[in-house]
């Protein structure tokens, strides 16, 4: 499934959601963004050397930025 917002792709199959968005700010990624959410998120920070945060919404989550500077954002809901 897609869903297409002003500056956002949502793309969805099963549990695995992939979103893009376009960012102004360079301290957040070199204008796009990238956020999977799956499941096993503390796992997977553990593997990538990242801290795990544990955000106000209700997810945990850590981030990475590739070599062009792309923000990755890995989270998971929390249930």
């Known amino acids: 499934m897609a ?7 949502l793309l969805q199959s099963g549990q695995v959601e992939l979103q893009f968005a376009s960012v102004a ?9 990238v956020y999977l959410r ?5 796992a997977g920070a553990r593997e ?3 801290e795990l945060l544990h ?3 209700g997810a945990d989550e ?4 590739d070599p062009d500077g792309t923000l990755v954002r890995v989270g998971e809901t929390l249930k």
């Open 55 to 57: 955000m106000d919404w």
């Open 62 to 65: 850590f981030r990475l930025i």
């Open 38 to 42: 799956g499941d096993n998120v503390p």
């Open 3 to 9: 869903r297409t917002y002003p500056d956002l792709l």
């Open 48 to 50: 990538a050397g990242s």
């Open 25 to 33: 700010d360079p301290q957040r990624g070199a204008g796009l963004r």
